[in-house]
């Protein structure tokens, strides 16, 4: 399903949730996939209404893709998917963390979470 991302009349999430959402110009905010009991961080994918509306009702992660501009569902054709074991909102609540059960690797590289190919280095004193 192709779309143009950002709240639209045609999002059905819940009207006290999208009040409180704080938006990008484009309509996006970020959503965090964190393992749900491993606390590993896995991804950063954008959402907007829909995609948080279609998350929270079907218990898959669904973004929206910048590059594609439309709809994806984690795992559809990759097989990796992401089942949903809650969703919340940051402080600010411009961020979603969305904690997942993950199947299979995150990263569209293959790699098991987007964040540990180029780890840089920490020269401040701990």
């Not at 996939?33 to 829909?50: R, S």
């Not at 074991?85 to 963390?97: F, P, W």
Request: with cysteine; aromatic share 6%; charged share 20%.
């Amino acid at each position: 399903m192709t779309s143009t991302p950002g709240p639209t009349p045609a999002s059905n999430l819940d009207p006290a949730v999208a009040a409180r959402i704080k938006r990008g110009p484009d309509g996006l905010f970020p959503a965090i996939a964190q393992q749900y009991d491993t606390g590993e961080v896995l991804m950063l994918g954008w959402m907007d209404d829909e995609a948080l509306h279609r998350t929270l009702t079907t218990g898959r992660c669904t973004y929206w893709s910048r590059s594609r501009q439309e709809y994806w569902v984690k795992g559809d054709t990759s097989g990796h998917t992401q089942q949903v074991r809650s969703v919340a909102l940051d402080c600010d609540a411009d961020t979603v963390l969305v904690k997942v059960d993950q199947t299979g690797a995150a990263c569209h590289t293959g790699a098991r979470t987007c964040f540990d190919r180029d780890v840089l280095p920490l020269t401040a004193p701990r």
